[in-house]
């Protein structure tokens, strides 16, 4: 597709409850980006990956989140026995270097995940 | 601590305004971001700044680069109710590849 494709784009799920979020990047985007967002607030990376290799991590809040992309294209965040405090508008990114050597990012729309 | 602090936070004027968001930190960056997002979207890219003191227009939009590669600004002229939204200034930190944002500007333009 031409953009970054999130999904699902809305999940509901009760506290204790493992949740996967999906992230399609532009075909050919090397880098891949995730990032959580509360409402109202700027995001707060996550992770990062460049091709299959996960080369940032350091911005997963506990052991409880995990991200993978193990052939370099579409990857998954999965976050396993969901608090409350996980709701959050979770946001992927796919990037390019530009001939200006900065990272061009494009963001998905997001996943917003609801802890009851 | 906000590795970029970004100001105001809310920003709420009226149609013909002018205005300025700021955003400020005691690191230097190898490039600097603006971005723009809507409620139920991603934020979208406005324009990247790579060399200290640059500055880059987009219409009515005056972005700014501080010599030093620590700070940035985003100039509004004329205002439009078109121009609310959500604008974040995001950085890449001189070594990595991590995009760090700021908090965020709230900007809602009343006709």
């Known amino acids: 597709g031409a953009g970054v494709s999130q999904s699902p784009r809305y999940k509901v799920a009760k506290r204790g409850q493992d949740v996967a979020l999906r992230c399609d990047p532009i075909?050919?985007?090397?880098?891949l980006f995730w990032y959580q967002q509360a409402l109202g607030q700027g995001p707060e990376f996550l992770t990062y990956f460049q091709n299959e290799a996960q080369l940032d991590k350091s911005g997963l809040p506990s052991d409880r989140f995990f991200a993978e992309r193990p052939e370099g294209s579409v990857s998954t965040l999965k976050i396993q026995r969901t608090q409350q405090e996980d709701s959050a508008v979770y946001l992927c990114?796919?990037?390019?270097?530009?001939?200006?050597?900065?990272?061009?990012?494009?963001f998905g729309a997001g996943s917003r995940l609801t802890v009851l | 601590t906000q590795l970029l602090e970004q100001s105001p936070q809310f920003l709420s004027i009226q149609e013909g305004e002018n205005l300025t968001v700021y955003c400020n930190s005691s690191s230097v960056f190898s490039s600097l971001q603006w971005y723009r997002q809507e409620p139920g979207e991603g934020p979208v890219l406005l324009v990247t700044?790579?060399?200290?003191?640059e500055v880059k227009k987009l219409k009515r939009l005056t972005f700014q680069f501080g010599d030093a590669r620590k700070d940035s600004s985003l100039h509004i002229t004329a205002a439009q109710p078109g121009d609310t939204g959500l604008y974040l200034c995001?950085?890449?930190?001189?070594?990595?590849?991590?995009?760090?944002f700021g908090a965020g500007t709230i900007l809602r333009v009343k006709s």
């Open positions: 700044v790579v060399t200290g003191g």
């Open positions: 075909s050919g985007h090397v880098s």
């Open positions: 990114a796919s990037s390019y270097l530009a001939t200006s050597g900065a990272n061009v990012l494009t």
């Open positions: 995001a950085g890449f930190l001189e070594y990595g590849n991590k995009l760090v």
